[in-house]
């Protein structure tokens, strides 16, 4: 999928020393983790405040059984039994794809989706599957063989690039059907469809009293409802320059309700002749974005947070801000190369010391 987030838990590390002072304090509810390794080819964590072992679980197995859900629909690489899912929307029979009755739920993170490529000018575009392909072939060839690592060459970004038109995604709300009618044009949700995931589960937690928790999808962090305990969930900003081994985090935030999202060109790359090349493809100039460490985005809709972190990365520093600032209740810091960070205007107001 999309990304390895730059995101830590603070809440994480304390967890296997020591127990929150609120919990202690509170002897009504208790803190409950679970870690599952299935979903979305990450690591999940989820955290709650429950009465009970036995009344976690049972919401745990709930969230999970979303999370094996989504994961099917929306998985790129594998087929599954009975599921018309994106891996089946992409495949070609007789050189044409096939329109295929899917999900709602399918169609509500394409239109999404939709609704995000026209938000940021082009720069989330879940079209451009075949360009993310050839990239990821080069990315794995060259972690499992570093000597061989090569750039995928131009022409083939090119001419693949010839078949990232989304107009050519054929969504059929009434018949409740997608098509895809470029053959050699494939979609690649990753920019998206783990944050969208994460959202629809937290939207299902609320209207089923799932209050006090908080899920970690591969760093696709969302709280849903406040912590039991009265206070606020504390998440670390990972630092990115990871050659700086005394700063771990480089910002740390209280929140309650949201969601933080961070993508990152320093854990998922590749290097060539020396120059790493990491996984987030600029789809003007088809190459790994060059202008930042990481970018974080905090906002309430984890589906908008994923899917931003991603667009952001492919923007001028004045346009991406501009667009920050032009959404409401959405806050971005960026870490630009030398390592200065910016911030919109009110990220500052969520920021805490250790």
Excluded at 171 to 198: F, H, N, R, W
Excluded at 302 to 327: N, Q, R
Aim: charged share 25%; glycine share 6%.
């Amino acid at each position: 999928m999309k990304k390895i987030i730059s995101l830590i838990l603070v809440g994480l590390i304390i967890i296997g020393i020591t127990s929150l002072t609120g919990c202690q304090k509170d002897a009504v509810y208790e803190k409950f983790t679970d870690y599952s390794f299935d979903y979305f080819d990450t690591v999940t964590t989820i955290i709650g405040y429950e009465k009970s072992k036995q009344d976690f679980d049972k919401n745990c197995d709930k969230i999970k059984g979303l999370l094996d859900e989504y994961h099917k629909l929306y998985t790129i690489y594998n087929r599954y039994d009975g599921i018309n899912n994106l891996c089946l929307i992409n495949s070609v029979k007789d050189s044409e794809h096939s329109e295929l009755k899917v999900d709602q739920k399918i169609i509500d993170m394409l239109n999404f989706a939709k609704e995000m490529y026209e938000l940021s000018d082009g720069k989330l575009n879940i079209a451009m599957g075949c360009v993310l392909s050839i990239w990821h072939n080069y990315r794995q060839d060259g972690i499992s063989s570093p000597i061989n690592a090569k750039l995928p060459p131009y022409e083939s970004l090119i001419k693949a690039n010839e078949h990232t038109d989304i107009n050519n995604l054929i969504i059929d709300e009434k018949s409740g059907t997608v098509y895809i009618s470029d053959p050699q044009m494939k979609l690649d949700v990753g920019a998206v469809a783990k944050g969208y995931a994460v959202e629809k589960i937290a939207e299902y937690m609320k209207q089923n009293g799932m209050d006090g928790y908080l899920l970690n999808v591969g760093g696709n962090v969302r709280a849903v409802g406040n912590r039991r305990d009265g206070k606020k969930w504390t998440i670390g900003i990972e630092n990115p320059d990871t050659d700086d081994t005394e700063k771990t985090y480089i910002e740390y935030l209280e929140i309650n309700d949201m969601s933080l999202v961070t993508s990152g060109s320093y854990q998922r790359f590749y290097t060539v002749d020396g120059k790493n090349y990491h996984h987030i493809i600029d789809p003007e100039t088809l190459m790994p974005s060059d202008r930042y460490l990481s970018i974080s985005v905090l906002c309430e809709s984890s589906a908008y947070a994923d899917a931003l972190s991603t667009a952001l990365f492919s923007m001028e520093l004045e346009d991406g801000h501009k667009l920050i600032e032009s959404l409401k209740d959405v806050e971005a810091m960026w870490v630009i190369t030398n390592g200065q960070q910016i911030y919109s205007s009110k990220f500052k107001d969520y920021c805490t010391k250790e």
